[in-house]
């Protein structure tokens, strides 16, 4: 059994399902943003989780792999007003208790924790230097003076959030951006960077783009022109 924990509207989970079943294996997709729509239970050792509607099941020491996929708390606890972040965090640590249960010999990808490391972007890069990949020059701050000092020095620089890039309900996001020496922002929004740190980068103009996974000691590699 292959435990997807994903979201109710996400596309790349429905692809990863229309394979599966092309292939006969066997799954169940968690939706978190839908988790009252599940009953759950954690035990000492292993748990269910059972879908209410299609009453579907997994015994969670059963499962062989996980796809972390996304995690959100369920929307309707939105209704709940004052007790909304209580809740929320509530279902986080629940969340996480129901990983906790898995099947120990489980594939992970990724296991939380591991993710929790990998996703600091600072550990990125220093993982990336010491594989030997070519990094460029680069300043993680809140500092204003320190931005302007890597324009003077690189010239065109990219602006990266430090963490998820998604902001408000969720339907809009910050992407990577270029800063042209030549143009750039205004100086309210560079002092208002020392209440938003953020990764700044020399340019590098691309060739392509090759982006790698790695599950296990398997290697896929995409060129992306």
Known sequence: ???LVTMSLDPHTDLVVDALREIGESFFRYNTDLSDQY?????????????????????????KSVWVRRRRPPS???????????????WNLFTGM?????????????????????K??????????????????????????????LVKK?????YKP??????????????ANLIKQDALPSPAVIDGLS??????????????EIRVTLVGQLVFAVRIS
Not at 76 to 90: A, G, K, M, T, Y
Not at 139 to 145: D, F, K, L, S, V
């Open 98 to 118: 129901i990983l906790l249960a898995v099947n120990k010999e489980a594939l992970w990808v990724n296991h939380p924790i591991s993710y929790e490391v990998a």
């Open 162 to 175: 430090i963490s998820s890039s998604i902001i408000g309900d969720g339907e809009n996001a910050i992407y």
């Open 1 to 3: 059994m292959i435990l």
């Open 39 to 63: 009953a759950i239970e954690i035990f000492l050792k292993g748990g269910t989780i059972l879908n209410k509607k299609t009453h579907k099941i997994v015994h969670l020491g059963e499962v």
């Open 120 to 149: 600091n972007k600072l550990h990125q890069l220093q993982v990336a230097r010491k594989v030997g990949l070519s990094i460029p020059d680069t300043c993680i701050t809140n500092n204003p003076e320190s931005f302007l000092q």
């Open 195 to 208: 209440v938003s740190p953020s990764i700044f980068q020399s340019y590098v103009e691309k060739l392509y």
């Open 76 to 90: 309707s606890l939105n209704v709940f007003e004052d007790l909304s972040p209580f809740l929320e965090e509530q």
């Open 154 to 158: 690189s010239g065109n620089i990219l």
